[in-house]
């Protein structure tokens, strides 16, 4: 018998779900069709729950993957949600028993309705669109299979508000077809039903990135969005080149004793820097201060990354010849001289940065 | 520990973090704190830059395609700094390979009504192993490796950090 995508789905929930998941998760149930993952934290902060906020991946090979991206899309939420009387002011471990009640039911109606096939429907499967039955007018129920999303409409018990999923249904018929429903007013032919289908997936993934990328709301089109998204990537990356260098400057001047510190604590301590500065093995560092030569390294540097065919030694000598000093303005290095080069479509990453202290 | 946060051992952040942090300190072993020059924190930026990415594959393994692609460039980086040689051996399968998955994929990539497609060839550029990749697989691995992305830039932020008090 195949484990079933729900099955699955309640192996994910961890059980040290912590007290912090709880807002996560009360957004995750609580809400309708729509869920707010518009948190931060969800995205950010613990780490534990990266997993539950991407959107299903492929639905392909990667669905046994057990540290994947996600398992409990957004849009499973309608199908748990059968009544709306879920309050908000659930614990997390009762909400979880709650959703396996509300799996028992839903696999029962589903076997009693139609029976075992129906568990397959849930399965991966490659995606295959039967055309040829297909009319505006018949009510075929089927179910798109590419994305892992489990939309449980049983047709008659199961009432839903969803309105956005109206024009798919899910009660397989054959396990070996997908069936998909034309909508009014359009071609029928397999070609652009297919079409059709990979266009939504597309779209479903980037509303997906939207959410990851911060500033993506206020632009609208897909042109405009993987734009934000390209600007995102970048600055994230052009971040990692600065810390590094950041860290290599900062290596050459400190005494760098993680011996003492035992490995596989130094992660928590990272993770809670306030408590961490108090470490008894850290030699007490005076404020550091970069003298004109390291300066002059940061400026090789933030040459290279503006402009890429510069060689190391172009850019060293470029800097030595000026300094800009602008770049540089506090003697500590910090993000500020990160944000002062900042172009202006990352405005909006320079607020993002702050969110981070 | 009195720790409210426990980080979970097996999460992305904290094997990015042993790895990266064991990185660091087979740099730091390597090169003692001879000079202070520019050319000597260039070249020790390249190794920490590198010593990032690699983590962050490697923490990723090869689940992933653009962590697979990273980690191939690594290699064959590697590879050609020891023994030219065996660079442009190596260099040659596995651009066979590429080519290999850029034909299967070939087919899927045209546009089909999705116009854009000069973004999308961008946003290939960017990610890793991009260029074989049809349109929704890059949204896909974009998505991912934006978020390792976040973890590696939260993690090195807290490490300058911690070095700069």
Excluded at chain 1, 96 to 110: C, V
Excluded at chain 1, 245 to 263: D, G, H, T, Y
Excluded at chain 2, 5 to 29: D, E, Q
Excluded at chain 2, 101 to 117: A, L, M
Aim: aromatic share 8%; charged share 25%.
């Amino acid at each position: 018998m195949d484990v079933t995508v729900l099955d699955r789905q309640q192996a994910t929930y961890p059980l040290e779900l912590c007290a912090s998941s709880v807002p996560l998760f009360q957004s995750y149930l609580g809400s309708g069709p729509i869920v707010d993952l518009k948190r931060p934290e969800a995205y950010l902060g613990g780490d534990g729950f990266h997993e539950f906020v991407y959107f299903p991946v492929g639905g392909g090979p990667e669905f046994g993957d057990s540290e994947k991206l996600n398992l409990v899309p957004p849009d499973a939420a309608p199908g748990y949600c059968i009544s709306r009387t879920s309050s908000c002011q659930m614990t997390a471990f009762h909400a979880a028993s709650m959703k396996e009640e509300r799996e028992d039911m839903i696999l029962e109606k589903m076997e009693s309705t139609t029976g075992s096939d129906s568990r397959e429907s849930f399965t991966k499967r490659k995606a295959e669109v039967v055309a040829d039955h297909k009319s505006k007018d018949k009510r075929i129920k089927g179910e798109v299979e590419g994305e892992s999303e489990v939309k449980t409409k049983c047709s008659t018990q199961v009432s839903r508000n969803s309105s956005k999923e109206n024009s798919k249904a899910c009660e397989v018929q054959k396990p070996d077809y997908i069936h998909v429903r034309a909508r009014r007013g359009q071609a029928t032919d397999s070609h652009s039903l297919a079409e059709r289908a990979r266009r939504e997936k597309i779209s479903k993934k980037m509303k997906c990135l939207q959410d990851l990328v911060p500033g993506c709301n206020k632009v609208t089109g897909k042109a405009g969005m993987l734009d934000e998204i390209i600007n995102y990537v970048q600055s994230l990356q052009r971040q990692v080149e600065f810390l590094s260098m950041k860290i290599a400057a900062l290596n050459s001047r400190v005494e760098f004793n993680v011996e003492n510190l035992p490995i596989k604590e130094f992660p928590a301590y990272v993770a809670n820097f306030p408590a961490a500065a108090k470490l008894p093995a850290m030699p007490n560092l005076t404020c550091f201060q970069l003298n004109p030569m390291q300066k002059e390294a940061v400026n090789c540097m933030l040459n290279e990354t503006m402009h890429p065919p510069l060689t190391a030694t172009e850019g060293i000598a470029s800097a030595s010849v000026s300094i800009p000093e602008q770049a540089l303005s506090s003697s500590t290095i910090t993000l500020q001289p990160f944000s002062t080069w900042n172009m202006d479509p990352q405005g909006l990453y320079n607020v993002y940065d702050m969110g981070f202290h | 520990m009195n720790n409210p946060h426990h980080l979970n051992p097996t999460s992305l952040k904290s094997r990015f973090t042993t790895r990266f942090l064991r990185a660091l300190t087979k740099i730091r072993a390597q090169k003692p704190i001879s000079s202070s020059s520019p050319t000597e924190i260039f070249r020790r930026y390249r190794r920490i830059k590198a010593a990032a990415d690699k983590s962050m594959a490697y923490s990723v393994r090869s689940r992933r395609i653009w962590s697979r692609a990273m980690l191939w460039k690594l290699r064959s980086r590697s590879y050609r700094r020891q023994d030219p040689c065996s660079g442009r051996r190596s260099g040659k399968t596995n651009q066979a390979i590429m080519k290999k998955s850029s034909n299967e994929n070939t087919t899927t990539r045209r546009e089909d009504g999705v116009g854009f497609v000069e973004e999308a060839d961008e946003l290939r550029q960017l990610v890793p192993g991009g260029e074989t990749m049809n349109l929704c697989n890059l949204l896909d691995e974009t998505a991912h490796y934006i978020k390792c992305l976040t973890t590696q830039v939260q993690v090195m932020k807290k490490i300058a950090d911690f070095y700069s008090f």
